[in-house]
């Protein structure tokens, strides 16, 4: 096998581009699939513009990487927040976010298991995130990140036996510019979030990706459904 190859959605900013760049770094050749164009040089000539709420769109884009590289490894980190308190969520954002959150990452999957397996392995990280403990106003981000869990902990029992992983990650207060939309820097309820944080300071993006490094490393191989928080001690106590 030609160097392996790994794909990521949602991967042209924030968490998703700190995902995309360390797997270059591990030595992946990294496809970025977003329906924006990456940030960074070196993955843009790898990189797919879809919208990823558009299944057939996304399988059909998806079946063809798979047809032309080897793809060991997916990381569906593609994720949209859309804060609202339960009497002000809208009906009506209801099947966007599980389009775009959750059902991209059935499509995505369903797309390389063949090659995953042809391989003789694979990795398969999700990107979920605390609130699936619980948090103000985010009762359909929380919905589509529990999704996402229980879908991995699924994959992981049907897929040990082909040797592929599946595993969360799951973002505490990380700095990205969705995070500074929601809670303004000088905003009281930022100073409180980040007071809040044992560790004393916001994650940043490469935190994330760290995590996403060690599940994806070949060397995790005994490693299955399982969600590592990474949340600088948030979710202790």
């Known amino acids: 096998m030609s160097d392996p190859c790994a794909v990521v959605t949602g991967g042209a900013r924030n968490i998703g581009q700190a995902i995309a760049l360390r797997l270059q770094q591990d030595g992946y050749r990294t496809i970025v699939l977003d329906i924006e164009t990456p940030e960074a040089e070196s993955l843009q000539a790898d990189a797919h513009r879809v919208d990823l709420g558009d299944a057939e769109a996304t399988r059909q884009l998806v079946e063809a990487i798979a047809d032309a590289h080897p793809v060991t490894c997916l990381v569906n980190n593609v994720g949209v927040v859309r804060p609202a308190l339960l009497d002000d969520t809208r009906v009506e954002d209801f099947d966007p976010l599980m389009h775009l959150n959750v059902r991209s990452a059935l499509v995505c999957t369903q797309a390389l298991l063949p090659g995953m397996r042809r391989h003789g392995q694979g990795r398969i990280v999700m990107n979920a995130s605390r609130v699936v403990l619980g948090k103000e106003a985010r009762t359909l981000y929380s919905a589509t990140k529990g999704a996402l ?63 996403v490094s060690f599940f994806c490393d070949p060397r995790s191989s005994y490693i299955t459904g399982q969600t590592l928080y990474v949340c600088g001690g948030v979710t202790v106590g």
């Open 149 to 211: 869990q229980a879908m991995a902990r699924t994959w992981a029992l049907e897929l040990a036996a082909d040797a592929i992983t599946v595993n969360c990650v799951a973002p505490g207060p990380i700095a990205t510019t969705a995070f500074w939309d929601n809670n303004p820097p000088d905003s009281e309820r930022a100073r409180r979030i980040i007071e809040n944080i044992p560790v004393q300071r916001m994650g940043q993006p490469e935190d994330v990706a760290q995590a």
